[in-house]
């Protein structure tokens, strides 16, 4: 609608007439001014990824994908990251299996049970709170709490701590992500349910979820593909000295051992003031941002696709 | 009338439904009710987790200590004002980028750009407010401070220092920034606008004076959710602001320093050792109940500007 005024010829010819033929030299600048911080922040991103894919180019070209498959190592030549890759994967699992089903249970009672009460209005605003606590704080929470208080379930600085601090972390975005897509179903779609005798939970199960279902799904994936990306709390809670996987361990002892994690193998090789590793850093990376990037993307447009206009 | 006829035999309880199904439907209610809940109990964690050895902390410290201008673990030196000005500087260089970057991409993408463009690029903004701050630390030390700070500062300059974190955390919160201010741009009335166009005004003219003053709370909420962010950040600071170990009272941007989440990371990654009678241990979680404390400040105040938007309109 505001494009069509925008763009109208009359409009345009009326405006050029007013303006008495003079070209409003001002006016390009400061639209050009608006473009440019525009591509600066666009930019920025494309510079990034050249640097990193450039510093990387050679390690892949010279390894493959022996780099993804090979243990940390001291020598840069042979070290890979085959061990940031498996932990990362078995955390955001983790962090998937506990947080998804209460992060959407908490959203389904926040928007579809509770009614507006003090308690409700204290749940919301304690939520949001939630998101903008700095990751590092949480780091602090699951020390204390999932390593130290509960150590001897854990086994102190493990995997298992490590997947439970990110699940706790991630917990309000998804809870955020869920409700918005659950307040985005028309209110019509429940009485519908409700005129024909359902009760609450087969509304919810049947009518509201289901078209709720995409957007839940895109909110979750993103908020996992930031756990999948976070350093600063599993600094806190283990993962730094680079853990070396149990092998032929049980699925217990796995979560209870030490790990590493893709963003903190990240962090290590930085610190290293070795050439070999600042390109094996930078090699690093463009594994952690194609695997991010490409589950984000994926995420983005599948919520644009089936982005429902009621 | 109809009444009389009818058989008495339709009570409240008929109209319920089956016992089984109520009672099934109170179950998943409750269910429910605890996933929300969790969220109390993990807020009280929080709180409670810091809150204990932030006591044993501040009861054990010498007052002088916590105000000396360096901030040392190792030597007991413990300056928190040395930290949280570090912590500021890093977050002012990071606004000073992110607010004319952000706001300006904003408005353009709100007022000037064809419905087509804002589409697609609006997510692209989202996936470079997804991109991990390790990332951004290695591209602040390996580009940002050679390239950029480098040949600004007089002298030659550390690789790691305030201004690189800084710039850094600009380009990482400048995304945040451009997408909440122009959903709040975006959700001003088209009214607003013919009006302004109706008296004769300019699309410059309409979109400084009109739509920005009428989206100011969600462009304040923007910058102090960014802001707020900016103070959290950890993992920039860690990589780039540099001084493993300890720091200097210092308010040279071009030098290296500690900020109050770099300091928490460096006693984080070596706290493995000193147990026990160190305070090295406790003073982490004092300084992570100061940045809680500071953050949840800023949420609550940027939260009450954004209710103001959705008030507004």
Same mark, same amino acid.
């Given at each position: ?31 050009? #001014? ?57 955390l955001?699992?983790?962090v ?34 939630l998101?903008?606590v700095p990751a590092i704080v949480y780091g602090l929470l699951g020390l204390a709490i999932f390593a130290q208080a509960?150590?001897?379930?854990t086994?102190g600085r493990s995997?298992?701590a490590g997947a439970l601090t990110l699940a706790v972390l991630v ?55 930031r756990a999948?990306g976070e350093t600063a709390p599993l600094l806190l809670v283990g993962a730094v000295?680079?853990?070396? +996987? ?13 790990y590493?994690a893709?963003p903190t193998?990240?962090f ?43 | ?41 993990i807020?009280?964690l929080i709180?409670?987790s810091l809150?204990?050895e ?11 200590? +916590? ?66 701050s390790v ?70 003219? #309409? ?25 959290g950040e950890t993992l920039?600071v860690a ?10 009272? #210092? ?9 109050m989440t770099a300091a928490m990371t460096s006693l984080a990654i070596g706290s493995d ?8 241990y406790?003073?982490l979680f004092?300084i992570g109940l100061?940045l809680f404390?500071?953050t ?18």
């Amino acid at each position: 609608m505001k494009a069509a005024i925008q763009h109208d010829a009359t409009t345009e010819a009326v405006r050029r007439r007013l303006a008495g033929g003079r070209v409003d030299l001002a006016s390009y600048l400061f639209q050009a #001014t608006l473009f440019l911080s525009l591509m600066a922040a666009l930019g920025i991103l494309v510079v990034l990824l050249v640097d990193v894919v450039g510093g990387a180019l050679p390690v892949f070209a010279e390894r493959g994908l022996d780099f993804l498959t090979a243990p940390t190592s001291s020598d840069a030549g042979q070290a890979g990251v085959a061990q940031g890759i498996f932990g990362s994967v078995v955390l955001t699992v983790v962090v998937a299996v506990l947080a998804m089903p209460i992060g959407v249970g908490a959203a389904i009672y926040l928007e579809e049970y509770a009614t507006d009460t003090a308690l409700t209005r204290f749940l919301n605003t304690l939520v949001r709170n939630l998101a903008g606590v700095p990751a590092i704080v949480y780091g602090l929470l699951g020390l204390a709490i999932f390593a130290q208080a509960l150590g001897g379930l854990t086994g102190g600085r493990s995997l298992i701590a490590g997947a439970l601090t990110l699940a706790v972390l991630v917990l309000p975005i998804v809870i955020i992500t869920a409700a918005e897509a659950l307040r985005a179903v028309p209110a019509s779609i429940r009485e519908a349910g409700f005129g024909v005798g359902a009760t609450k939970w087969e509304v919810v199960r049947h009518h509201v979820l289901p078209y709720a279902a995409p957007g839940i799904f895109t909110g979750t994936i993103l908020s996992l593909s930031r756990a999948f990306g976070e350093t600063a709390p599993l600094l806190l809670v283990g993962a730094v000295t680079g853990g070396f +996987l149990v092998r032929n361990a049980g699925v217990v002892e796995q979560l209870q051992g030490p790990y590493t994690a893709l963003p903190t193998v990240i962090f290590s090789w930085t610190r290293l003031p070795d050439a070999g590793f600042r390109a094996n850093t930078a090699a690093a990376i463009v594994v952690l941002l194609a695997v991010m990037l490409l589950v984000n993307a994926t995420a983005i447009i599948l919520r644009n696709r089936y982005d429902r206009r009621w | 009338m109809t009444t009389a006829t009818q058989p008495p035999t339709l009570s409240v309880d008929d109209l319920r439904g089956s016992h089984a199904r109520r009672r099934r439907e109170l179950a998943i209610r409750l269910v429910f009710f605890a996933a929300a809940g969790l969220s109390v109990i993990i807020s009280g964690l929080i709180v409670l987790s810091l809150i204990g050895e932030a006591t044993n902390f501040i009861t054990r410290v010498a007052p002088d200590a +916590l105000l000396d201008p360096a901030f040392f673990p190792q030597r007991e030196l413990f300056g928190i004002p040395t930290l949280v000005v570090g912590t500021f500087i890093v977050a002012l260089i990071g606004m000073a980028v992110a607010t004319p970057l952000g706001l300006g991409a904003a408005i353009y993408l709100s007022e000037y750009a064809q419905p087509r463009v804002r589409k697609a690029l609006k997510p692209v903004l989202e996936i470079l407010a997804g991109i991990p701050s390790v990332v951004l630390g290695f591209f602040a030390l390996t580009v940002i401070s050679p390239q950029v700070v480098n040949p600004l500062c007089p002298g030659v300059t550390p690789l790691s220092n305030y201004a690189a974190a800084g710039l850094a955390v600009g380009i990482l919160i400048t995304p945040l920034v451009a997408s909440v201010s122009e959903d709040a741009m975006y959700a001003v009335p088209r009214s607003l606008r013919e009006a302004s166009y109706g008296l004769g005004a300019k699309k410059r003219t #309409t979109s400084i004076r009109i739509v920005v003053p009428a989206a100011v709370s969600g462009i304040v909420a923007a910058l102090i959710i960014a802001f707020s962010r900016a103070i959290g950040e950890t993992l920039i600071v860690a990589v780039a602001s540099g001084a493993t170990g300890g720091g200097r009272f #210092t308010l040279d941007p071009c030098g290296p320093g500690q900020t109050m989440t770099a300091a928490m990371t460096s006693l984080a990654i070596g706290s493995d050792r000193p147990r026990g009678d160190s305070l090295a241990y406790p003073s982490l979680f004092f300084i992570g109940l100061l940045l809680f404390a500071m953050t949840l400040v800023l949420n609550i105040i940027g939260e009450a500007f954004v209710r103001r938007v959705r008030r507004a309109y």
